[in-house]
C-alpha cells in the first residue's frame, strides 16, 4: 500500500489537539487492538485522547493496554445523544477503526454533522461503505485493520513497542482465526512473526483469546453443534443460540465469538450460517465460507449488513422458530 495516506495521517495526528478513538459497537478483538496500538503511539507523542466504544469490551481483551480505558457511553446519563453531552465538538481529531459502516460507531450524527475544524480520519479493512472520512486508509484485501496499523507504524518509522505489538498480533490472530481462515495471508504471518520479535507475547494472547473457555461455554457450544442443520439444496449449514440458551448456560453474547469462525471447517458445505437472538425481536446473523467461488457479503448485503467475501454478518428483526424443514425466522 502506498505510503503517502499513512504520512497524511501521521501529520494530521501529529497537529491534533483532542483525539477521540473510535471502534464498532459489538467489539471484536482487531477492533479493539488497532485502537489499544494507535493509544500507546498517541500516549509517546504526548496526546490528549479518550477511547470510545458503544458496547463494553469483553474481558477477554483486557489484558490489552488501554482495553479498560474505553468509555461506553459519552454521556453520564446513558443518553442517545452521547458525543453531544460529552463534548464531541471539542475533538479536532476523530480516529475510526474497523467500523464497515460508520452506523456502527453509533455517533453517526455527530460525526456526519461535524463542524468544520473537526477531521476524521478512517483505518478499516472491509470494503467501502460510507463516504465520511476526510483520509480514508482501507485495504479490503487486507486480513485485518491491525494490519494497517502496522503499515501505519512502519510507514512513518515510529517503534513498535511491546504493547502495540501485542495489540497487533491479537488483532491478526483473532480475525484470522489464528491463521485458519480464508483471509490469511503471507503478509498477515510475516507481520505477526515480526511482531514476535518487537516482544509480543503469544502465549498470553491464545491464552486469553482462544484457551478461555469456562465449562457454560463450552455446553453453550455443543448446544450450538446440535442445533445444526444442513440444507443440501444450498449447501448450507444454518445453527442457532436462543436468548433462553444463554439464559440457561449463562452466558453473555458476546462470549459466542469464534463459533461462526470454527464451524467454517464444516465439510460438505458452502456457507455457513449462525444465528443468534439478541433480544425478544431482534436477531444477528454470522456468515462463513471457505469455499473460492462463494461470497456470503452478498446475502449479509441483501439483509442490510456487509463484511468481506468470506466472513460477513447482519442484524435483523425477527424471533427464531424450528420447524420439521429446519430453523426459521418469523
Avoid at 124 to 149: C, F, M, Q, S
Wanted: aromatic letters at 8%; proline letters at 3%.
Amino acid at each position: 500500500m502506498d505510503k503517502l495516506p499513512f504520512n497524511e495521517a501521521d501529520r494530521i495526528i501529529r497537529q491534533a489537539s483532542k483525539i477521540l478513538l473510535v471502534t464498532h459497537n459489538n467489539p471484536d478483538g482487531d477492533g479493539i487492538s488497532s485502537v489499544c496500538a494507535m493509544a500507546e503511539y498517541l500516549k509517546t507523542i504526548g496526546k490528549d485522547f479518550s477511547l470510545f466504544c458503544h458496547n463494553e469490551i469483553p474481558r477477554q481483551f483486557h489484558f490489552l493496554f488501554f482495553a479498560r480505558d474505553f468509555s461506553y457511553r459519552l454521556g453520564s446519563d446513558n443518553s442517545e445523544n452521547p458525543g453531544f453531552r460529552m463534548g464531541f465538538a471539542l475533538y479536532d481529531l476523530i480516529l475510526v477503526f474497523d467500523c464497515g459502516s460508520l452506523k456502527r460507531t453509533m455517533l453517526e450524527a455527530e460525526i456526519r454533522g461535524r463542524h468544520g475544524g473537526q477531521k476524521v480520519i478512517e483505518f478499516d479493512h472491509h470494503p467501502k461503505v460510507d463516504d465520511y472520512a476526510d483520509l480514508e486508509i482501507r485495504n479490503d484485501g487486507a486480513a485485518a485493520t491491525a494490519e494497517l496499523i502496522y503499515g501505519f507504524f512502519t510507514a512513518n518509522k515510529i517503534r513498535i513497542a511491546k504493547p502495540m505489538a501485542d495489540a497487533i498480533l491479537t488483532g491478526i490472530l483473532t480475525d484470522t482465526g489464528n491463521f485458519l481462515y480464508p483471509s490469511t495471508s503471507d503478509k498477515s504471518v510475516k507481520i505477526a512473526s515480526e511482531m514476535l520479535i518487537y516482544g509480543a507475547n503469544l502465549p498470553k494472547i491464545i491464552e486469553n483469546t482462544w484457551k478461555n473457555k469456562s465449562m457454560e461455554i463450552m455446553k453453550l457450544w455443543g448446544r450450538v453443534m446440535s442445533n445444526l442443520k444442513i440444507n443440501r439444496r444450498h449447501e448450507i449449514a444454518v445453527t442457532v443460540v436462543r436468548e433462553n440458551d444463554l439464559k440457561e448456560f449463562s452466558v453473555n453474547d458476546d462470549e459466542l465469538e469464534g463459533i461462526a469462525g470454527f464451524l467454517s471447517n464444516l465439510k460438505g458445505v458452502k456457507a455457513v450460517l449462525f444465528l443468534r437472538e439478541k433480544d425478544p425481536h431482534t436477531l444477528k446473523g454470522s456468515l462463513r465460507s471457505s469455499d473460492k467461488q462463494t461470497d456470503v457479503s452478498k446475502l449479509a448485503k441483501l439483509l442490510g449488513g456487509g463484511g468481506h467475501p468470506k466472513a460477513s454478518g447482519f442484524t435483523i428483526e425477527g424471533k427464531i422458530v424450528e420447524t420439521e424443514e429446519g430453523w426459521r425466522v418469523i
